[in-house]
């Protein structure tokens, strides 16, 4: 396949999305097919081309699944329709090991690891020759027992994960050598299963790519992606897992029918729980309704797939769930008993998550509370302890849970991975932030942040070889300590000036919780006025980016200024329409440091409202500062040096009217600071001054799609306009607006983007900038900070002079600033 082939691809996706259409969907559909056709073809085509293809799937997420869904139900339609399976050979687990079967294996084992220590699944490392086809049979009975035994603990530790992941490369040697591979590969999807539960997310994806390059080798390629799609799947990665899928079904249909029952079964399961797993609900339980009648699932396959779909409703809070699992429950009741462990663990994991989020429902000795004590029995505590914690948040281990999980997080090497990675741990962070604020641990709450307020800022990416041997974390959370678990060394590393007030603010169960930092003293607050519902109608309604200022109105024939009372009352409206946003804010501080959880990402932090109910930011400096880490990690910089240089990028080459009348306003604050002042359309080089400042057009989608246009003129690749600098000013409509993503824990925006390229400062509007506010904002900043005045004062200052002449919120508060507060000009 020519890569031009995937270019194509991309190209004609990004201009879709970026311009909102979908003139290429026939050329787009044909192109997916071919690109995964040929990736299925030829492992080093898939190998050649997969970084690429899924780079390009998850650039333009939102515009792509379609594309990636459309491929996905039409194979698996294709596969259900053919009514044609064939039963899954297992008699090879009919031959039962005896005491003779390990003590044959061991020296196997042992000269081949003592021959090559670290082994690749994909080759023949052992010596089978001299074994019979009976004790071949017997060994694989015995290691595939271990692999079922095992995976009832659903947090393995690194012994069970390096044992089993040993014993595989010998099982698939073995199966192979019984002509029975298709055994191998459902057999490691255990593994597969628990690294993606133990939070193993880096090693499970390493794991499968060997996996895949085994299948290849074997003849059984649709084994060897679907095993990829189960780890994908397992952590909500929703492009990897539908291309994974794609090319999993796409292998299994060149072959000729009758297909695997079993294979089929657990395409069935593992995309239903995909669906679900990335908050796809309806196409989760049409996925479950629709299962024909052919497909003969096993009792136990088939209680899974009703606990699946339970578990559906429990994530859509139906309120229907807890009389329709009961009846359920009381029907299968000997059934599930019967289970064992395996069929206990899971209902009793969902028996902690129904008590707590129905706290009506039925849990009397005839009710659940007959299934929860009995599932206690069986069940043994330590296999659940950790998910017990998480769902009750009433213990002290949360942090060690949480600890962990970040230890493992730190070996993902992909940001594109990271943001699906982290799923389990803010999920930890959210129960810890509960259980801190009752407890009013700022050790925790602080630790909880870390990921809540958007790591993937500091993330740095790893590089490694094309396929990598198994590394796991040294895992000892008893001697990991974190700067957190000091409060004392934390605050003395912070160094909050005196007056400075920082506050975390972090969303769980729909509450809104602060910790404040105030003259070294912390304090918490569940804010009383916070609600969800409310915040959810304004993004729904674009509140915030459809604010908008104007200085005139238009009457009958006539257009006047608008009145002072007149921006008064407006103002009086929004503070009703935000008292939501009211924070305990120490009335002594004299600014204010926020860090905000992700959830909160879109709420535009100069409108939080004090105590008294006006704009913190009316009165006192507000910064955001993105995250502790960040702030931390750049609190020394050094001030920019008294000759700073200022750069500007105006386009009025283009002949737009607005830039041209903006350019008109600034041009003598543009002469009397000594900007370095570029017009022209394309630049020679990117700007990069100590100071530089882009004016612009910039749509409400403009998080989403990173460009900007001038006179009709677009700017897709704004690194040609914004290079190196200090402090990054946006005259842009909309360029401070975040985007939280559905799929992903991650917040897309201009001002993150280009503070992870190195600038301490980013200050740009949250909605449209009216064109009238930079003549008075922009010399009342530049003075202050010529004055040696930090960023955040100079912001301050430049704000007010906006307010003295527009007391509007609209005008005054559009710019917002993110970074480091404390930069300012040396004037020694």
Known sequence: MNIIKVQDFNRKLTDERLHNHNRYQNELTTLYREIISEMAAEYSEYRKHIPAFLHSLEQNSDHSLHYSIDLFLDLYNKLLDSKNFSLFDLSIMDHKPDDHTFK??????????????????????????????????????????????DSKQLNWDEGLVISNISLAGFLRQILLSLNNPELF????????????????????????????????????????????????????????????????????????????????????WQSFKFFRNVKFYEFAIELYTKIPAEINFPAYERRSLDHGYFTVLLMMHDQSLPSKLLDYMRTERENILAGGINDATPWLLTLYNIKRTYPSADFSASGFGFFLSTFEMIVPPENVKKYKD?????????????????????????????????????????????YSTKKENAAAFLLSMVLKSDYSILFQEKKSAELVPLILPEINVDELETLYDNTEEFKKELSLNTGIAMCWLASAEEQLSELQLFNDVFSF?????????????????????????????????????????EYENEEIRMIKQLSIGKLSIHNMAQGLYIVNDMELARFPHNLFLNGAGDFIAKHIPVTNVLSTEWLLETKETKPLPPDYRKSIWIPTDSGDIQLSYLHGNIEDTLQEFSFDLHQEIQLQTPLSADINIVCSHGAKNISDTQMISQGGNFTYDLNSIIGKGKILIFFVCHSASMKTEFFRNNVTSLIKRFIAQGYDAVIAPCWALDVTVPRYWLPEFLKSFEEGQTVSQAMFNANKKVYERYPTPAAWACLHLYGNPNLKRDIN
Not at 124 to 141: E, G, Q, R, V, Y
Not at 397 to 407: G, P, T
Not at 411 to 423: G, H, Q
């Open 185 to 268: 590969y459902h057999s490691v999807g255990l593994i597969v299963d628990r690294l993606s539960s133990s939070e193993y997310y880096q090693p499970g994806r390493d794991f499968a790519e060997e996996v895949i390059l085994s299948s290849y080798k074997d003849g059984i390629r649709e084994a060897g992606y679907f095993n990829s799609f189960r780890i994908y799947s397992n952590i909500g990665s929703i492009h990897a897992s539908l291309i994974y899928i794609n090319l999993a079904l796409t292998c299994l249909l060149e072959k000729k029918p009758p297909y695997s029952d079993r294979l089929t079964r657990e395409i069935v």
């Open 390 to 434: 998480i769902i009750h948040a009433d213990s002290e281990d949360l942090k060690k849970h949480l600890k962990e999980s970040l230890v493992k997080l730190n070996e993902t090497r992909n940001t594109a991975d990271f943001v699906y990675d982290n799923k389990t741990a803010i999920m930890i962070s959210e129960r810890l932030i509960d």
């Open 104 to 149: 044959m294996m061991e020296p196997i084992l042992e000269a081949s690891y003592k021959k090559k220590k670290e082994q690749r699944l994909s080759e023949n490392n052992f010596d089978i020759s001299t074994i019979s086809d009976l004790n071949k049979k017997k060994m694989a009975t015995l290691v595939i027992r271990k692999f079922q035994n």
């Open 525 to 565: 607050h569940l804010l009383k006025d916070w609600n969800h519902s409310i915040y959810k109608q304004l993004l729904d309604s674009d509140y915030f980016v459809d604010l908008e200022f104007n200085d005139t109105v238009k009457e009958s024939r006539s257009i006047r200024q608008v009145y002072p009372e």
